[in-house]
């Protein structure tokens, strides 16, 4: 089964992430994005998806359409893990987290992503990875979509990396 890094962004007039009462992430108008991290993906997976959040066309241009990347209105970008995004929901009433990274893969991956994303865009803060964080925001729109990256693939194999045959 192909499985997708998975990133819920929502343009925002304001963001910020609490850790036991204290402020450990804000941003004022531009993008949270939750992120979920399954465990075949990789760094390579997280700066593609990282790409897309940062020049996703959300932004209102002059006209009204959403034309602009967070770059282009001077936005700030929002990092928060949540793992809850890769739940299996197919069946019953609780969710399943089997596709999920383990703790330690996925923190490396989420501070890799944290890091790319400094280098890239002037206005980056983060939530806490493991923490009970508390996400308060004002969704501008409301405007809400679900990227979604697959792992890369053999660039010598036209199908996707699973249906391989060694």
Known sequence: MLRLMIALIQRVTNARVDVAGATVGAIGRGILALIGIEADDTAATGERLLERILT???????????????????????????????????KGTRPGFSHAASPAAASGLFEALCAA????????????????????????GPVTFNLRVPPPTNLNFPGPPDSLVL
């Open 56 to 90: 996703y066309r959300i932004f209102p241009d002059a006209a009204g359409r959403m034309n602009l990347e967070v770059g282009e209105v001077g936005g700030g970008l929002l990092l928060v893990p949540q793992f809850t995004l890769v739940a299996d929901t197919s």
């Open 117 to 140: 994303a400094r280098s890239r865009h002037p206005a980056v803060a983060v939530g806490a990875f493991g923490a009970d964080m508390q996400v308060s925001l004002t969704n501008d």
